[in-house]
């Protein structure tokens, strides 16, 4: 006959649980932690809409943030130089804006982005003018 005992049954239950959330990535980050998040690794372009699905376009590009405000692009042996800046807008919503402008692919990217989401893998933008409909996504590489 197996006895079952409901104080170590919850026990285990609640120092598993408690485990398991410890070990977890923080998913949601407050404002002000776009600029580090950008700079503890590198990135590429998980999602590209401007108007439709562009996101072939940037396949193959890795960035680099680094503190001082500059940025570079890697494809392939190539690499392109840029600058980049993160302000907080209306409501405390952090804007990115990049400048990379020695390569045309790159050029779409040469805006104010409004950040949208942001978890310890991927980072959601939307662009910060109403008259356009352009989005994209970096993924942690």
Not at 74 to 91: I, R
């Amino acid at each position: 006959m197996i006895f079952f005992n409901k104080n170590i049954f919850f026990s285990f239950f609640a120092a598993s649980l408690a485990l398991l959330t410890a070990c977890s990535k923080k998913e949601n980050l407050a404002t002000g932690n776009l600029s580090t998040q950008l700079m503890e690794s590198t990135w590429a372009i998980h999602y590209f809409n401007a108007g439709s699905d562009n996101t072939g376009d940037f396949s193959g590009y890795i960035f680099n943030f680094s503190s001082n405000g500059t940025c570079s692009v890697k494809k392939g042996n190539s690499t392109f130089a840029g600058s980049w800046q993160v302000v907080s807008g209306e409501n405390n919503v952090e804007k990115l804006q990049m400048n990379i402008s020695s390569e045309p692919v790159l050029h779409a990217l040469n805006e104010w982005w409004r950040l949208q989401a942001i978890s310890y893998n991927l980072v959601e933008f939307t662009i910060d003018d109403t008259t356009k409909n352009k989005q994209f996504h970096f993924i942690r590489l």
